[in-house]
Structure formats: structure tokens, C-alpha cells
């Protein structure tokens, strides 16, 4: 975005408000104050178990194209965060899954992306690769490789649902 949606002059990139070290998309017209914020993207994934094993996908996509996640991608407006954890299911690997319970909640700094992650069972389907993934597999508690995850929110989920279940 390069023009203010209220008044039509340039936006520059600074500090919105005295105090506050954020730094914005504002409107260069004094008469006018338009703050642009730049809100982070929300994702949500789900940590599906078939039997103890959680399912992952290997990315087909940059980024981490090649690297393995278990489902999951941006939620759309008016989504539901555990509805959109399931579809990323269906879509990524084409398995229904019953969302659980709230898994976590991770960001890192200089990152956009705030993923909520939950746990989940598989119910119907069998685990494959889609349009979006190349590979498919089921990984133990234990038989993880976090060196060939993709992510560090899915390296930070993945520590975290192997100590829930441990």
C-alpha cells in the first residue's frame, strides 16, 4: 500500500504514536493522521494423531518448500481458528480431523505470522499428498527430526506435542 484509503496522500513508514517504537504505515498529511496498521497474518494448524503418530506433510511450496509441517496455513476472515485447522487437513493431506484442544500459541519476533496450533485425531481419510504437499508421513513421539522441520513455530509446536504426549 502506497496512498492513504482516506485522503490519498503518500504513506510513510514511521513510528504511529509519541511513546510507542511500532513502526507503521501513516499518512504523510498532517491535517489528516490515517494509521495503516500492518496487523500479523494468523495461521492455523492442527497436530493430527493416527494411533500416537502425528501426520505431516512435506511442503510442495516455498517457503520450506521440501521441509515437513503437520497441516496447517492462514485462516480466512470470519474463519473460525479450529474450523480452519481442520480444512487445512482436508486440503494439505485430505484427512477429516476432530480438533481437540489448544495445543499453543506461537510468534517470533521479525516474523508475521502468529501460529495457533491445536491437537487432533484423524477420523476419516487416508493421510496423502495433495496439491500443496509432496510426501506424506506418520511420526512417533520420539522419531522426530526437527532439523527437517519446516518453521520454528512448527519446531516449537512439534517440542510441545511431544512432551504433551510423553
Known sequence: ???CVSCGNPLVYRPWTEG????QLCCSAASCSHVHFLDPKV???VVATIEGEAVLVRRAHNPGKGLWTFPGGFVNRGEVVPEAAAREAKEEAGIEVAVDSLLGVYSFEGNATVLIVYTGVVTAGVPRALSES???KRVAPDAIDFDELAFDTTR???RDWRESVR
Open 43 to 45: 495461521a492455523a494448524g
Open 134 to 136: 509432496t510426501e506424506v
Open 156 to 158: 516449537a509446536a512439534m
Open 20 to 23: 510507542d517504537g511500532t513502526m
Open 1 to 3: 500500500m502506497k496512498f
